[in-house]
């Protein structure tokens, strides 16, 4: 046999850099190699806080995203009508001439007229503070159709959220619940944990009406019908609450369970906390027979009883309310089997289980800590039962108080933020709510006067002119959604071309492909987008600015494109001020830094920001002599922009040597001290501020020093929100600010200061006979947020989307395998090819999300899988609830928060005629692509310089 | 034909992957592309890569698939590559010698430059291991990334395969099969680790571990159970207790 020579020990790379992932929003640590000069490979960066190492299917594809033959090239000005996707290139000079002159017009006539959606980017604390220092109240990132429920029912019931802000102590845990799809965030630092607890026998249930991902792993499958895990979690509440299984000591100490409530019907503070006269909230000493201040340690607090007040009026604990109304029957195991699809044995035993893994299973570490009242405790009590939930939970119309649910079974078991439970990430916990509100629209050429998104206390934050309706465009912060922390952007599109609230001049948007895959109704929003007002011609969105890096579908629908850079293009900062990347561990962000240049005239979309904003003589971006502040772009605003005094963008390496962390003057060295640390800042806190973080006096003094929070005060969790009691008192004819007579029985209902669960609104919407199954989406773990450039190995992977039903369901329906089937909501009719399948809740169907490609977009071939077999669920899904005969209907959204209600979708399902098989449906007409667009190349197989011994 | 190495290896380099903890996540299959792609069998050429029938060359391989009926089932994702068997009919039935198996660790390997492309090896393989470059004309397969783990310019930490390094939920092991004192022998001891298709006999290097089957936690019912207390009751079994803030 021939000897086979083959160099084992070739010189891999020349050249190593670090920066962050952003193939999704998980943004890990990765280190990029180069070889004479070209990118040979990426892999994870075993130091880094978020992936130790790892890197994920995506992650490891990233060198097909550069590769993309879809990259735009170079600034586009439309030249035929909105959706024929024809452009002709233009210079930036022109571009941004174009752009100062379309958005310096708005500022100085009525600033909200310029509506700024960004998309899934993770630049929120520059484009935030630039719509600000604009002038526009008509700002948001993408949250409020991904994230709100779960971001807003955390941060009003425990000071911090699941999502990306906690995560379940995986070292400690003995049982882990997992609800819904949750493959989208936080995606490699939950494999490594699901991959840890495993390991040590510990046990994972997973609820999801289909057993995919993470799902597939569990020790056991709940397949629970859509949108009723909120009436499943508050039927094991009340298991544990006729067991006595709860942990009344934690719920004396650290959340407001002893708070006294007023009782008293028809009064204007009934429902409130009974509060003493500077405001404190009151409790019932039991010991001593009398109220006291509800923030004094050492009282001994009755948790059930009546009691009176001073005034003589009525009170009860918070625990009397939430006992009564939980132990109620109506949360009886044997009564929610039949609407949940789990039987009550099993709703038992999950409440059996999880008692014994807390209570039976507690565990203890020996670490002395302090509490906020400065009582030393010589160990720390464990509760190893966590949880963890993210879109399944969040994307119906009852979210938010199902996440609140979830959240008050933590609570009752003792488990947040302690040894084997949840675990808030730096900077959480927060004040509750967190004390930021947002801004109302400002005067012709004016700033807002603070941000333009926060958390509403109370009806008198609202955005909400004087009859009560809504001030942004979105209708964010109105009584249609008045706890819409992350905005509204699924109906932007649909509100501004009707013109409701008003008429917008222009459209600026990020990375948001609201022509496809980010919007409901995507046939009606292609139509709104090139709507025309009869009696002028012009468009009802006069104008659309749109940058992003890829030739998506939403290009075609815009007037101006400003080309942005792939992430091995530019700077980008992974700031604690934005969404962080912290563990539970300690507080971490983050920067990415070019590792290529880009090799078409192309600009990082943040730059282009500030150049705007300098153009634009915008507060904050130019100096006294109306000279650029910030000229070396974002790689300069985030070393020099202070928010406040010492307060930057970057927590770590901060003051004049580097040495400062959290606050600190700016460091001009800051970012080279980054790139030595691996792009990454992580600063480990001691051992005894690690767990009870909301009332731990070592961690509370650190949130203060890194100024994460203001005042070292306890974080007293929320089981009952007095927030929203206000706002159903101001349903009940209370207060200044009251809701206009259409919104009163709905914010009655759904402001309820305790969480409660109700039908997703599609049930009531759609005819149960006419619709009668669930359809949803689950995220492909391949492609989760990285199908923006369809890269060539990802597409390999999966190309096209079937829809998935139960085999049961398929037998039913004379439904086999490959079949081809219409799925018809009461919106519009989708046509897909069927898989049957076992783990699928019986009345339910789904598909992988945003496969579905339009054919020509991502500069895929016109006869792509992803064009003539994907399809999208998104055409079925009504904007609108179908407010039967009123003059305008609600958003299918969330009632408090806005979150848009993707997973309510009821459908009905048939057969398709021979003749109709082979291709999906609708197809729409193929876009061309833009001028500059390479070919597409027809073989990969650039590897070959790198093997090893060639030339 | 092409003959084996007359002695069993000393070293019997492998991985173990283990279905119990595999999330289907495909890191296994893109990181081996990525290294592979420009690695000892460079390049892993893509055709089509925009096109109707996106099709390229992949030493792994993520598959789905369910296993029972209904919620007592499973949904199973198996990662599949060479296993580098004892008993390598790939190499057996090679004419030239092109594929065989490295005596000192068991790794199976192409010789691209004798490889004629008759594909008789993909034909013997019964795990369906082997990847063609049709632009190439040769077979190519999986190296354990033998360009890796022996590479003294990387890091000790780091020589390991890319699939090893790149899985997030710790399923995939690398080590010396041979040795059975080795962390992956000990894994397959101790999870009963399993050879695909045993009754083949080719005696696979690569083990599966078998799904865990947690056992849940001896489930007392809380108290008795459920309806026999009632609700009302227990109001007055809590008002005489005494907490501490």
Sequence with gaps: MAQHRIDLSSRVSDEVKTTTCYMCACRCGIKV?????????????????????????????????????????????????????????????????????????????????????????????????????????????????????????????IGGSFWEFGEPDFEHTRYFMMFGVAEDHASNPIKIGIGKLKGR??????????????????????????????????????????????????????????????QDEGAADHGLFARDSQGRPLLWDAALGELADAMRPETKPALVGHYRLADGRRAVPVFQLLAERYLSPDYAPEKVAPIIGIPAESVRRIAAELAQAAFRGEIRIEQPWTDWAGRRHDHMIGRPVSFHAMRGISAHSNGFHTCRAIHLLQMLLGSVDVPGGFRFRPPFPRPIPPAIKPAGPAAAGQSLKGPPLGFVQAPADLLVDEAGEALRIDKAYSWEAPLAAH??????????????????????????????????????????????????????????????????????????????????????????????????????????????????????????????????????????????????????????????????????????????????????????????????????????????????RRYLDYAVAMGFIDRAEPVVLQLYSEPLQTFRLAAEGHGECQPPARHRARIRTFFDPLPIWYPPFEEQDSNAGEFPLHAITQRPMIMYHSWDSQNAWQRQIISSNRIYLARTLGERLGIADDDWIRITSRQGSVRAQAKLMEGVNPDTIWTWNAIGKRAGAWNLAADAPEATKGFLLNHLIPEFQSGEGTAAPLSNSDPVTGQAAWYDLKVRIEKCLPDEAGTTDPLFAPLAPPPGLPERAARIDFGRRFRPGSK | MTSLPEQPAQRRLGLVIDLDTCVGCHACATSCKEWNMGGVAAPLTDLDPYGAKPDGVWFNRVHGFEAGEGGAGRTVHFPRSCLHCENAACVTVCPTGASYKRAEDGIVLVNEDLCIGCKLCSWA??????????????????????????????????????????????????????????????????????????????????????????????AVPPAAAGEAIRPESKFLQWVDRLFSR
């Design chain 1, 33 to 157: 190699h180069l070889k004479d000069g070209a990118l040979r490979y990426i892999e994870g960066n075993r130091d880094h806080p978020v992936n130790r190492g790892v890197i994920c299917g995506k992650g490891a594809s990233g060198l097909m995203k550069q590769f993309s033959p879809a990259k735009l090239r170079k600034p586009l000005l439309r030249v035929g009508e909105r959706g024929e996707s024809r452009f002709r290139e233009i210079e930036w000079d022109e571009a941004l001439g174009i752009a100062t002159e379309w958005l310096g017009r708005i500022r100085a006539s009525d600033p909200k007229r310029l509506a700024f959606f960004t998309g899934r980017d993770q630049s929120q604390a520059l484009t935030g503070w630039w719509a600000q220092m604009f002038g526009t109240p008509n700002y948001a990132a993408h949250g409020g159709f991904c994230s709100v429920n779960m971001a807003a029912a955390g941060l009003y019931s």
């Design chain 2, 125 to 218: 393989c019964p795990y369906g291991a082997r990847e063609f470059d049709e632009a190439e004309g040769v077979m190519k397969k999986c190296t354990l990334c033998v360009d890796r783990i022996y590479n003294e310019t990387l890091a000790e930490a780091d020589r390991k395969p890319a699939c090893v390094m790149a899985c997030p939920t710790g399923a995939r092991h690398f080590g010396d099969l041979a040795d059975e004192g080795s962390e992956v022998s000990r894994l397959v001891a101790a999870r009963g680790g399993f050879d695909l298709m045993p009754e083949l006999d080719y005696r696979p290097t690569n083990k599966y571990l078998p799904p865990r089957m947690n056992a849940s936690p001896a």
């Design chain 1, 201 to 262: 026998g510990a046990r994972f249930v997973s609820v999801n009406p289909v057993r995919t991902g993470y799902s597939a792993v569990a020790d056991e499958w709940i397949g629970i019908r859509p949108g009723t895990d909120g009436l499943f979690v508050l039927s094991l509440i009340r298991e544990l609450l006729l067991a006595d299984q709860v942990d009344f000591a934690y719920l004396a100490r650290y959340t407001n369970a002893p708070w006294l409530v007023i």
């Design chain 1, 487 to 696: 905005g509204l952007m699924h109906m932007v599109i649909a509100n501004a071309h009707a013109g409701d609230p008003y008429p917008i001049d222009t459209l600026m948007m990020f990375m948001a492909n609201m022509s496809w895959n980010s919007s409901m109704n995507v046939p009606g929003t292609i139509d709104m987008l090139t709507a025309k007002d009869p009696a002028s011609g012009e468009y009802r969105i006069p104008r659309i600015i749109y940058s992003d890096a890829f030739f998506s579908e939403m290009v075609a629908y815009a007037d101006l494109v400003l080309p942005d850079t792939t992430y091995l293009e530019r700077h980008d900062c992974i700031s604690l001020l934005d969404r962080p990347i912290s563990d539970a561990d300690g507080p971490a962000d983050a920067i990415r830094q070019p590792i290529v240049r880009p090799d078409r005239d192309v600009r990082p979309f943040q730059d282009v920001l500030l150049d705007l904003g300098a153009r634009l003589g915008l507060p904050g971006m130019v100096d006294g002599e109306g000279r650029p502040k910030y000229p070396g772009g974002l790689a300069d605003y985030m070393v020099n922009h202070e928010r406040k005094p010492g307060l930057g963008m970057l927590a770590g390496f901060r003051g004049a040597g580097g040495q400062a962390k959290g606050l600190g003057a700016p460091n001009p060295h800051q970012i080279e001290a980054y790139v030595a640390n691996g792009c990454f800042w992580h600063d480990e806190l001691p051992h005894e501020a690690r767990y009870y973080k909301h009332v731990n």
